[in-house]
């Protein structure tokens, strides 16, 4: 990373809502909450997925994904946000920068791929359900698990080298909670249109092009429920995908919201405190959605639970 650091700047500046003291005393004890309540519920999670025989399938194994996924985006930027929340010192160093950068980047852009997967999975599983377990082997899983994860992180860590090495001629104040990289490309006094170049053709490959994909496999989802006969047949094939479907609603909402809006001259503080929020609170409902919309999640659960309790 030494050789990167060439932009003189050793550090940067996270702005976040330091105009706010008053605002960052109540969003703590709700960020920390919200933390908190992700760490317990994507671990529970892994573990019920992992330790329940019956939930040994390609879609607790891609559930058990997203949960990780989950985990380690928010871990990526919380921890040292709440600590800013408190502290009048609010700077990262630019090598923590970059790596905070890279981990968001990776994490999110893996988060696209796998609900896409996840989505491939549901439609193999309703509309092909005699030939499902052998076009969704385990084989088939790892390497679209191991796919996603490999190509989100190459990607992410070129978007980052190539936005780190540009000069930033002194300037330093990050105009954001995190390094996000659209912020600190704003800092940046040299051609940034490489990067730009970029971000653009990632942007395309993951979000227009998976979302294309869940909203395929659904239409042709919807289409094969349509022609079960029973109507205790559509609930239950229905019940297989909504939570899913809730989840992708909830991601993809909250991104169309936050970057396809129309842009105002003026940042609002509104605004900040929404991507906030909206950054925690995603990875904090995906377990309570597939625990809340899944009865297999949540029997596994109390077995789990009823276990353990016997062996004290």
């Keep these: ?29 709700l960020c920390s909450a919200m933390y908190l309540v992700t760490l317990l519920g994507n671990t529970a999670i892994v573990a019920v997925s992992m330790l329940d025989v019956r939930l040994h399938t390609p879609m607790y194994f891609f559930l058990s994904n997203l949960s990780i996924l989950d985990i380690c985006y928010t871990s990526s930027f919380t921890p040292l946000m709440l600590v800013h929340f408190l502290s009048s010192q609010k700077t990262i160093s630019f090598t923590g920068c970059a790596v905070q950068m890279c981990l968001s980047l990776s994490t999110g852009s893996t988060e696209c791929l796998l609900l896409a997967i996840m989505a491939y999975d549901r439609y193999l599983a309703i509309c ?16 679209l698990v191991g796919a996603a ?12 080298v190539i936005t ?4 930033f001629c002194g300037h330093y104040m990050v105009n954001h909670f995190i390094c996000e990289i659209l912020a600190v490309l704003k800092l940046a006094c040299g051609d940034t249109s490489v990067s730009e170049a970029f971000l653009l053709a990632g942007s395309i490959l993951l979000l227009p092009m998976p979302l294309a994909l869940i909203c395929l496999s659904y239409t ?6 349509l022609r079960v006969p029973s109507s205790a047949g559509r609930r ?12 992708v609603v909830l991601f993809y909402g909250a991104i169309i919201y936050m970057y ?4 105002s001259k003026e940042s609002h503080v509104s605004d900040e405190v ?10 904090m409902l995906n377990p309570i959605i597939y625990s809340l919309r899944n009865k297999e999640v949540k029997e596994a659960a109390r077995k789990v639970w009823s276990k353990s309790w016997s062996c004290r």
């Design 220 to 225: 042709l989802i919807l289409v094969t429920i």
């Design 236 to 247: 239950k094939a229905f019940s297989t995908c909504s939570a899913h479907l809730a989840v």
């Design 128 to 143: 092909w359900p005699l030939q499902y377990p052998v076009l969704m082997s385990r084989k088939l899983c790892l390497l």
């Design 164 to 167: 780190m090495k540009l000069p």
């Design 274 to 283: 929404f991507t906030v929020l909206y950054t925690m609170v995603t990875p």
């Design 1 to 29: 990373m030494e050789t990167l650091n060439r932009t003189g700047v050793s550090e940067f500046f996270l702005k976040g809502f330091s105009a706010y003291p008053a605002l960052e005393h109540v969003l703590f004890p």
């Design 149 to 160: 994860w490999v190509f989100s992180l190459l990607k992410s860590v070129t978007e980052t």
């Design 260 to 263: 396809m809006r129309p842009k």
